[in-house]
Each structure stands twice: as structure tokens, then as C-alpha cells.
């Protein structure tokens, strides 16, 4: 691919050359470019070869690159197309050897239609500049005014918009280039694949931001304004060209009166130097070029003088502004210091109020350690007293079952009597003949059976006494509280699983208050309502809560009632995960 960069000068064609360059683009064997000066300190990255072609065209017709007012490139004579041709096809002919190649030299901006008769597969790269940046750069390096430069840029972005028209184009703008380099490079290099560019690499970003540098953006278009400028045809083409990103835009009118500014410069420029005459002036060329560079020496320094003195102004201004914070900051520091002195005092007032509470905690500590084997010396009698009242409630909880064993055996034994009894008098009809002797014999029985009978139910009633006597005795009411600690000791040093109590009580179907309510005779007794629950309550068929039912549960679950199991407490530990109805 054959890359041709066009832009007017002091339009950042010479970045974008070495951007190109930094791509992988071919420039030139060494020697060929026309090297760095204090106006491009990085390099213009033009031929000379190139730029030779170029003058000497525009000298065959006494055009120059800044006297153009009257150059056609379709109105060359002859023999000036034909020399352009042999010099430009040879050139060319040992670039192609090393495609892709770029060429960057702002007149071809105004030649670019002579060039492109001779290029294959050409994609132009136009590179713009606001024209006031441009004009204002001119203007310091070679005094155009500044309506003749605005009008030199017009002529040169609509030649080389007009001279491509057709071809591949990419537009990069200069601004964007300066201020955002490694964004504006990969755009660039995405663009020009699309185009079919191959042999590329995008440059690492470091690579581009070293060689891109904001200090050589002069003359920038937020410090030259001009209002004047603001409605003109160049200024309203810049803009255009921004809004579009493309040359597809129309060129405008032209600006006469930049137009005639640009021909009152022109006509004050001395002779262009023919091709015949510009040995024999080579000598006043070479005094006047010295003149020229040191016009732009003296320029340069003087820039760089008025940047230090401004530079100077600054650091004057930070000195004062440091001082001013210097008092400041001492300010705060005395202020920080009174601060740190009242917090010491505070400190120091708050060390004693500490030491004074350590030596209380230490007394309080003290205090505790003595409670604390106190406690354990009471706990350890405690529990010696609680292990006492378990074996004398166990033992009494048996004697009370064995003598219900015992109502239960005579109650029996009364049924089967009275069975027997039944029997005796169906005997008596069926024997009408012994019915004296049977009535006396069944008398006899009847009576033993009745004493048998009294007998039983008093030792009944001396059981309930004796369990009335029990529940009412000191001894039962003194143990409630040893047996409730015995119940927590229990559970604190139990490491197994929870007992029927632990699991009763944690479950909110077991109300104490309400057991005591319903059962009048247990809170008389000073009985504890979940032992007698579980003890005697279930048997007895009391309800241990108003939401649950100790009948109903047992006559709904058979199982239950034949294995003698409480009934909250089967369905606390299985029924409930079994999926029982709560009765």
C-alpha cells in the first residue's frame, strides 16, 4: 500500500509522519530525509527527494509553497508534466520495493494530482489543522499576515481535498492528536485496516506518548481567537470537515477579502528562483536563509525568554502562596500544641481516675475469690444435700407405687370377688334345696369379702394420707428448692441428652401456673407442678396445659397408653416428628 500524507504546514504532518513510521511504514534509506531544526525539533519526516520534485515544479511556473494564488495544476505546461513524471516514477519505482511506504510533504497537497497518475494502490491520510492555529503559526515563523495565511490553508485542504477525491481517505485532526495520542494512533491504525493496509503493527503506547509531546503544540486554538475569523468560509470549512470527519464536505465560497490579502503578500515576496538563475544566487539564497534561521533563533529565544519570565512570575506567586500557608500551617501547629497540652492534662487526670478504679477492681476481686469459694463450698453441700433428698424421694416415690400395687391387687381381688359372689348366687337358685345352708354360707363370704373390701379401701386412704402427709411434710416443702437446684445442677454437669423434665419444660404445651389453677390440690400441697405432672398427673389423667390433652392423646394412641409412656412427653420426643395430631 502507498500511504500519501496531506496536510497544510504547521499542520502535525510531521507527527503523523512518525507515527506512520513507528507503524511499520517505510520512509526512505538513511540520509534522505530532511532532518530536524529548532522549528521541528522531532524531525519533519520529509523527503528531499520528494520535496525536490515538488519545488521544482512549482518554479517551472514561478509558483512557491507560499505563493500560490495563481497556480493550476491543470494548466502545466508540457514539458513541465513530463519532467515531473520521469523524476516522480523513478522515485516511486524503488519505494514499491518496499511497501507499505508512506510520503509526507505538504505541497503535494497542491500536486496531488500529477502524483496519483503515478500510484497504484494510493490511500490518502489528510491531516487538519484549525486555520487560525495554523495561520498564528505562520505568521511567527515567516510574518504572513494572518488573513493571507487563512487564505494559504483554504487553498491547501481544498487542492488536496479536490486532488483525492475518489481514493481511499482517512482524516486525523491535529488537536485530537495532541491531546489524546495513543487514542487518535489506534484509531488510525484500525482505519487503515479497513482499508486493506497490511505489514502494520500498532505502536506500544509508550512509544507514541515519548514522541508526542504537548510542549510542541503551539499556538493553540484556546489562546488565539480571533472573532473576526469566526464567521469566515475557512473557519465554517474547519468545521465541516470536524462535524463529518471526512472530506466529503463542500469546499464553501471563497473568502475574498483573504483572497486579496494573500496576493497583496504574494506581491511583496521577492523573484522565485528559476531553475536557471538559482546557481548564480546561491550565494544571496544562502544569506538570506541564514537570515531567515536566525530570525527564528531569535524568535525561539525570545519565546523562551517571555516562558521564563512567566515561569519566574509563577514561582513568585507559589513562594508567596507557601508563605502564606507556611503561617498558616504554624498556626494550626500552635493550635495542635495547646490541644496536645490540655490532652495531656486530661490524659493525666483520667491515669489517676484509672489507678484509683484498678486498685477498687483489685479489692472487688479480691471480694469475688472469696465469694467464689464460698459458692462452691455451698454448692458442694448443696449437692450432697440434694443427692440425700433424691435417695428419701425415690424411696418414698417407690413405697407410693408399691402401695398403689397394692390398692390396685385388692381392687381386683374385689372384682373377682364380686364375680365369684355372682357365681355363688347363680349356684343358690340352681340349689333350692341348700338355699339355707348356701344364704348362711353366702353370708359368711359376703361378710369376709366386705371386711377384705374395708380393709383395702383403708389402706388406701392411710396411702393418700400418708402422701398428703408427705407433700405437706417440712421435709418436702424445704427440699422444693434443693430439688429445683438439683434439677439445675442436673443439667449443668449432664453432658447426655435432655431428660423428660428438661424437654417438658423448654415446651410451651406445659403450663406451670395454669396446672397449679386447675389442680387446686397440688398448689396446697406446695407440690412442684411438673413433677407431679410427670410423676402422677399423666396417670391421674390431668391435662398439663390448656393445648394439650392427656386423655384424648392416650385414647388416640394405643401404643402410648400400653407401654405406660406420658403422653407430652411421647410427643414431645417422637409424636410431634411422627406427624401426630396434638389432642
Given at each position: 500500500?502507498?500511504?500519501?500524507?496531506?496536510?497544510?504546514?504547521?499542520?502535525?504532518?510531521?507527527?503523523?509522519?512518525?507515527?506512520?513510521?513507528?507503524?511499520?511504514?517505510?520512509?526512505?534509506?538513511?540520509?534522505?530525509?530532511?532532518?530536524?531544526?529548532?522549528?521541528?525539533?522531532?524531525?519533519?519526516?520529509?523527503?528531499?527527494?520528494?520535496?525536490?520534485?515538488?519545488?521544482?515544479?512549482?518554479?517551472?511556473?514561478?509558483?512557491?509553497?507560499?505563493?500560490?494564488?495563481?497556480?493550476?495544476?491543470?494548466?502545466?505546461?508540457?514539458?513541465?508534466?513530463?519532467?515531473?513524471?520521469?523524476?516522480?516514477?523513478?522515485?516511486?519505482?524503488?519505494?514499491?520495493?518496499?511497501?507499505?511506504?508512506?510520503?509526507?510533504?505538504?505541497?503535494?497537497?497542491?500536486?496531488?494530482?500529477?502524483?496519483?497518475?503515478?500510484?497504484?494502490?494510493?490511500?490518502?491520510?489528510?491531516?487538519?489543522?484549525?486555520?487560525?492555529?495554523?495561520?498564528?503559526?505562520?505568521?511567527?515563523?515567516?510574518?504572513?499576515?494572518?488573513?493571507?495565511?487563512v487564505a494559504l490553508w483554504k487553498r491547501y485542504v481544498s487542492a488536496?481535498?479536490?486532488?483525492?477525491?475518489?481514493?481511499?481517505?482517512?482524516?486525523?485532526?491535529?488537536?485530537?492528536?495532541?491531546?489524546?495520542?495513543?487514542?487518535?494512533?489506534?484509531?488510525?491504525?484500525?482505519?487503515?485496516?479497513?482499508?486493506?493496509?497490511?505489514?502494520?503493527?500498532?505502536?506500544?503506547?509508550?512509544?507514541?506518548?515519548?514522541?508526542?509531546?504537548?510542549?510542541?503544540?503551539?499556538?493553540?486554538?484556546?489562546?488565539?481567537?480571533?472573532?473576526?475569523?469566526?464567521?469566515?468560509?475557512?473557519?465554517?470549512?474547519?468545521?465541516?470537515?470536524?462535524?463529518?470527519?471526512?472530506?466529503?464536505?463542500?469546499?464553501?465560497?471563497?473568502?475574498?477579502?483573504?483572497?486579496?490579502?494573500?496576493?497583496?503578500?504574494?506581491?511583496?515576496?521577492?523573484?522565485?528562483?528559476?531553475?536557471?538563475?538559482a546557481r548564480a544566487s546561491s550565494s544571496s539564497a544562502l544569506v538570506?536563509?541564514?537570515?531567515?534561521?536566525?530570525?527564528?533563533?531569535?524568535?525561539?529565544?525570545?519565546?523562551?525568554?517571555?516562558?521564563?519570565?512567566?515561569?519566574?512570575?509563577?514561582?513568585?506567586?507559589?513562594?508567596?502562596?507557601?508563605?502564606?500557608?507556611?503561617?498558616?500551617?504554624?498556626?494550626?501547629?500552635?493550635?495542635?500544641?495547646?490541644?496536645?497540652?490540655?490532652?495531656?492534662?486530661?490524659?493525666?487526670?483520667?491515669?489517676?481516675?484509672?489507678?484509683?478504679?484498678?486498685?477498687?477492681?483489685?479489692?472487688?476481686?479480691?471480694?469475688?475469690?472469696?465469694?467464689?469459694?464460698?459458692?462452691?463450698?455451698?454448692?458442694?453441700?448443696?449437692?450432697?444435700?440434694?443427692?440425700?433428698?433424691?435417695?428419701?424421694?425415690?424411696?418414698?416415690?417407690?413405697?407410693?407405687?408399691?402401695?398403689?400395687?397394692?390398692?390396685?391387687?385388692?381392687?381386683?381381688?374385689?372384682?373377682?370377688?364380686?364375680?365369684?359372689?355372682?357365681?355363688?348366687?347363680?349356684?343358690?337358685?340352681?340349689?333350692?334345696?341348700?338355699?339355707?345352708?348356701?344364704?348362711?354360707?353366702?353370708?359368711?363370704?359376703?361378710?369376709?369379702?366386705?371386711?377384705?373390701?374395708?380393709?383395702?379401701?383403708?389402706?388406701?386412704?392411710?396411702?393418700?394420707?400418708?402422701?398428703?402427709?408427705?407433700?405437706?411434710?417440712?421435709?418436702?416443702?424445704?427440699?422444693?428448692?434443693?430439688?429445683?437446684?438439683?434439677?439445675?445442677?442436673?443439667?449443668?454437669?449432664?453432658?447426655?441428652?435432655?431428660?423428660?423434665?428438661?424437654?417438658?419444660?423448654?415446651?410451651?404445651?406445659?403450663?406451670?401456673?395454669?396446672?397449679?389453677?386447675?389442680?387446686?390440690?397440688?398448689?396446697?400441697?406446695?407440690?412442684?407442678?411438673?413433677?407431679?405432672?410427670?410423676?402422677?398427673?399423666?396417670?391421674?389423667?390431668?391435662?398439663?396445659?390448656?393445648?394439650?390433652?392427656?386423655?384424648?392423646?392416650?385414647?388416640?394412641?394405643?401404643?402410648?397408653?400400653?407401654?405406660?409412656?406420658?403422653?407430652?412427653?411421647?410427643?414431645?420426643?417422637?409424636?410431634?416428628?411422627?406427624?401426630?395430631?396434638?389432642?
Amino acid at each position: 500500500m502507498q500511504l500519501i500524507v496531506l496536510g497544510m504546514h504547521r499542520s502535525g504532518t510531521s507527527v503523523l509522519g512518525r507515527v506512520l513510521n513507528l507503524m511499520g511504514a517505510y520512509f526512505g534509506p538513511e540520509g534522505v530525509s530532511t532532518g530536524a531544526n529548532i522549528e521541528n525539533p522531532k524531525g519533519f519526516w520529509e523527503r528531499r527527494d520528494v520535496r525536490e520534485i515538488n519545488d521544482w515544479t512549482l518554479h517551472s511556473v514561478d509558483c512557491d509553497w507560499n505563493r500560490v494564488s495563481r497556480f493550476d495544476v491543470g494548466a502545466l505546461p508540457e514539458r513541465t508534466v513530463k519532467g515531473f513524471g520521469e523524476r516522480a516514477e523513478k522515485l516511486l519505482l524503488e519505494m514499491d520495493a518496499h511497501r507499505p511506504w508512506f510520503i509526507k510533504e505538504p505541497r503535494m497537497c497542491l500536486l496531488m494530482p500529477l502524483w496519483r497518475r503515478y500510484l497504484e494502490v494510493p490511500i490518502c491520510i489528510h491531516v487538519v489543522r484549525h486555520p487560525l492555529e495554523v495561520a498564528h503559526s505562520l505568521n511567527t515563523r515567516n510574518r504572513i499576515p494572518l488573513p493571507a495565511a487563512v487564505a494559504l490553508w483554504k487553498r491547501y485542504v481544498s487542492a488536496a481535498i479536490e486532488g483525492s477525491r475518489g481514493l481511499p481517505s482517512v482524516v486525523v485532526f491535529h488537536a485530537d492528536l495532541m491531546n489524546s495520542p495513543w487514542e487518535t494512533v489506534k484509531s488510525l491504525f484500525a482505519q487503515l485496516e479497513e482499508h486493506g493496509v497490511g505489514g502494520l503493527r500498532l505502536p506500544a503506547r509508550m512509544e507514541v506518548e515519548r514522541f508526542v509531546e504537548m510542549d510542541l503544540y503551539r499556538q493553540r486554538q484556546s489562546g488565539v481567537q480571533d472573532d473576526e475569523f469566526e464567521d469566515s468560509p475557512e473557519v465554517g470549512l474547519f468545521k465541516r470537515l470536524m462535524a463529518q470527519r471526512s472530506i466529503d464536505v463542500d469546499l464553501g465560497a471563497e473568502n475574498a477579502v483573504s483572497a486579496r490579502a494573500l496576493l497583496e503578500f504574494e506581491a511583496g515576496l521577492p523573484p522565485v528562483r528559476s531553475v536557471a538563475n538559482a546557481r548564480a544566487s546561491s550565494s544571496s539564497a544562502l544569506v538570506e536563509n541564514l537570515r531567515a534561521k536566525f530570525e527564528m533563533r531569535e524568535h525561539d529565544l525570545r519565546e523562551k525568554l517571555e516562558e521564563s519570565v512567566q515561569r519566574a512570575r509563577d514561582f513568585e506567586s507559589m513562594i508567596k502562596k507557601m508563605r502564606a500557608e507556611r503561617v498558616a500551617l504554624e498556626a494550626d501547629m500552635r493550635k495542635e500544641s495547646e490541644l496536645l497540652a490540655a490532652r495531656e492534662e486530661s490524659f493525666r487526670a483520667e491515669r489517676e481516675k484509672l489507678e484509683i478504679a484498678e486498685a477498687a477492681l483489685s479489692s472487688e476481686h479480691d471480694r469475688f475469690l472469696k465469694l467464689e469459694e464460698e459458692f462452691e463450698n455451698t454448692r458442694a453441700e448443696l449437692l450432697e444435700r440434694i443427692r440425700i433428698q433424691d435417695g428419701e424421694y425415690a424411696e418414698t416415690k417407690r413405697l407410693a407405687r408399691a402401695r398403689l400395687g397394692d390398692v390396685t391387687r385388692l381392687t381386683r381381688r374385689l372384682l373377682a370377688s364380686e364375680v365369684e359372689l355372682a357365681v355363688l348366687r347363680e349356684a343358690g337358685r340352681e340349689a333350692a334345696g341348700r338355699l339355707s345352708q348356701a344364704q348362711s354360707e353366702h353370708r359368711v363370704t359376703e361378710n369376709a369379702l366386705r371386711e377384705s373390701l374395708g380393709r383395702s379401701e383403708n389402706e388406701l386412704q392411710e396411702m393418700r394420707s400418708e402422701l398428703a402427709r408427705i407433700y405437706g411434710s417440712w421435709t418436702w416443702r424445704f427440699g422444693g428448692p434443693i430439688r429445683r437446684l438439683s434439677r439445675v445442677a442436673r443439667r449443668l454437669l449432664s453432658r447426655g441428652p435432655a431428660s423428660d423434665a428438661d424437654v417438658v419444660r423448654q415446651s410451651a404445651l406445659f403450663d406451670g401456673a395454669w396446672y397449679l389453677q386447675q389442680y387446686p390440690d397440688v398448689a396446697r400441697n406446695g407440690v412442684d407442678p411438673l413433677e407431679h405432672y410427670l410423676g402422677f398427673g399423666c396417670e391421674e389423667g390431668r391435662d398439663p396445659g390448656p393445648n394439650f390433652s392427656t386423655r384424648n392423646y392416650l385414647r388416640a394412641n394405643a401404643d402410648v397408653r400400653d407401654l405406660g409412656m406420658n403422653a407430652l412427653v411421647h410427643y414431645l420426643r417422637h409424636g410431634r416428628d411422627e406427624g401426630r395430631k396434638l389432642c
